[in-house]
């Protein structure tokens, strides 16, 4: 193991060990990464932040990545998403006691993401439950929150798509590749690129190691579906 890895890993474990964590819940399809895959996890956000920066997304959280990357980059803007309010409020109470910069959200997204704060993130994390329909959600929420306002011209140009990067985990065994490529083609009908994949990045308790997947919106997003799925966000808009 790496130096940098095996001291934040012994950081990492002092701040979680004063802390009560529930059992993963079957219902919202949790299982926990291990530590060192957060600090892996959170290194590499930390090389792409730098090209970035803004605040940081994550669309659910249930590993916690959020914390680890607080340690890591040093307290940047962190918005966590998730439907599970004993997650949230755990992230909330190690975000006050370290003095993190964590704002949490609880929110189901099987819904579209509210437009007035979600619009313009750059960097955005999840592990979504691992159905087609699951990544395909995640997928259109990371959109959502990350392709801006205004004229489509600026939000398909160059220098607007730079910045954005999805990180996605996902992980489909040796055995079953046509589930990876049925992912394969929901990233590409989504119109994103997929730039770079590490194979068995993330290590889990209970469950087989998952892909992590880089992804980048291309000028091929599909922006009208994008804010049509958002223009009738309640019920009384939609007339
Ligand atoms: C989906 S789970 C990880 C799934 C896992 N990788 C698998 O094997 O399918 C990741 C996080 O998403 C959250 N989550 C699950 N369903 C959600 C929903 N409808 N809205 C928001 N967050 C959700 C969980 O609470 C958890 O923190």
Known sequence: ???????????????????????????????????????????????????????????????????????????????????????????????????????????????????????????????PPYTPLGIFVWLNRALEASMGKGRNKKRKSPDFLKNKYYFLCYSYGERSLERGLEIQRIITQLGLIIETKLKNFNKYYNARPSDLYILKPTPKIDLRKIDMKRKAFYTFERG
């Open 1 to 127: 193991m790496k130096e940098e890895i095996i001291k934040y890993l012994a950081q990492l474990k002092e701040i979680l060990k004063n802390y009560q964590r529930s059992k993963p819940k079957r219902e919202f399809d949790q299982f926990y990464a291990t530590e060192e895959t957060l600090i892996k996890r959170a290194l590499l956000i930390k090389k792409f932040y730098k090209k970035v920066n803004g605040e940081i997304l994550f669309l659910g959280d249930d590993d916690l990545t959020s914390i680890a990357t607080s340690l890591i980059l040093n307290s940047p803007p962190i918005a966590v998403v998730d439907i599970d309010k004993e997650i949230l409020d755990l992230i909330d109470k190690i975000s006050k006691d370290y003095n993190f910069n964590i704002q949490t959200i609880q929110y189901d997204l099987r819904n579209p993401l509210p437009k007035d704060k979600f619009y313009n993130f750059n960097l955005i994390f999840f592990d």
